[in-house]
């Protein structure tokens, strides 16, 4: 039902918004949004650090994953094709004597990171400790 003001003769509408009650509701969450906002606590996310190793490996293994998902295992400047079921034998015969050794899986830019990790989980699942991505930096 709209206003009506009864200033003159007859009764006529008032065609303008009353901002009083807009004004209080502002306000009053305002007020609950500034004592809220000091107890919200900072979600803290735990990212990883990346640290010098206190002992270097003896022997590096690398896995080179190609472009057509094919593997090479390089061992002391050796390179053999090897391929995915063999993998962890390869690599673990390669580590007898020295469990030290690290392995590092190096892949090209246009495989799958699918394959990547497939590689890594078969190494791992094979009790290898140390493994490792390759990287390249930037120029």
């Given at each position: 039902?709209?206003?009506v003001?009864?200033?003159g003769r007859?009764r006529r509408t008032?065609?303008?918004?009353?901002?009083?009650?807009?004004?209080d509701v502002?306000?009053?969450?305002?007020?609950?949004?500034?004592?809220?906002a000091?107890?919200?606590?900072p979600?803290?996310?735990?990212?990883?650090?990346?640290?010098?190793?206190?002992?270097?490996?003896?022997?590096v293994?690398?896995?080179?994953?190609?472009?057509?998902g094919?593997?090479e295992?390089?061992?002391?400047?050796?390179?053999?094709?090897?391929n995915?079921?063999s993998?962890a034998n390869?690599?673990?015969?390669?580590?007898?004597?020295?469990t030290?050794?690290?392995?590092?899986?190096?892949?090209d830019?246009?495989?799958k990171y699918?394959?990547v990790?497939?590689?890594?989980?078969?190494?791992?699942?094979?009790g290898?400790q140390?493994?490792g991505?390759?990287?390249?930096?930037?120029?």
């Amino acid at each position: 039902m709209p206003a009506v003001s009864s200033r003159g003769r007859g009764r006529r509408t008032i065609n303008e918004i009353n901002m009083v009650p807009f004004i209080d509701v502002m306000l009053v969450l305002l007020i609950i949004f500034m004592v809220t906002a000091p107890m919200i606590t900072p979600s803290v996310i735990d990212l990883p650090s990346v640290g010098k190793a206190a002992k270097q490996p003896d022997q590096v293994i690398q896995i080179v994953v190609q472009k057509d998902g094919s593997l090479e295992m390089v061992n002391d400047a050796k390179t053999s094709k090897i391929n995915f079921d063999s993998l962890a034998n390869s690599v673990q015969l390669a580590q007898t004597g020295q469990t030290s050794s690290a392995v590092v899986i190096s892949a090209d830019r246009n495989v799958k990171y699918e394959m990547v990790v497939k590689v890594m989980d078969t190494l791992q699942r094979a009790g290898i400790q140390r493994v490792g991505l390759l990287v390249q930096l930037a120029p």
